[in-house]
């Protein structure tokens, strides 16, 4: 899975509407959209950013053994 599906992944798994994502990085919904769907690429400070407003940990992004459901529900220490 590449970042930006990883990104969207949890945040729908979440909930969030991409709007307050794009409030914090200071752009317009539009312009996030295009990140989200990899058109666009994500900055580190983007990322960090989008990290904090899903209430991940960013290193979350790189594990090769990503799945939304697990690493929501098991804490990384209990694995």
Request: charged share 30%.
């Given at each position: 899975?590449?970042?930006?599906?990883?990104?969207?992944?949890?945040?729908?798994?979440?909930?969030?509407?991409?709007?307050?994502?794009?409030?914090?990085?200071?752009?317009?919904?539009?312009?996030?959209?295009?990140?989200?769907r990899?058109?666009?690429?994500?900055?580190?400070?983007?990322?960090?950013?989008?990290?904090?407003?899903?209430?991940?940990?960013?290193?979350?992004?790189?594990?090769?053994?990503?799945?939304?459901?697990?690493?929501?529900?098991?804490?990384?220490?209990?694995?």
């Amino acid at each position: 899975m590449l970042l930006h599906e990883k990104i969207k992944a949890i945040r729908n798994f979440k909930g969030i509407k991409q709007k307050p994502i794009a409030d914090a990085l200071n752009m317009t919904v539009q312009s996030y959209s295009y990140k989200e769907r990899g058109k666009r690429s994500i900055t580190t400070n983007e990322l960090e950013l989008i990290a904090k407003q899903l209430e991940v940990p960013i290193s979350i992004f790189f594990e090769d053994n990503f799945n939304v459901k697990f690493n929501e529900i098991v804490p990384k220490q209990a694995i």
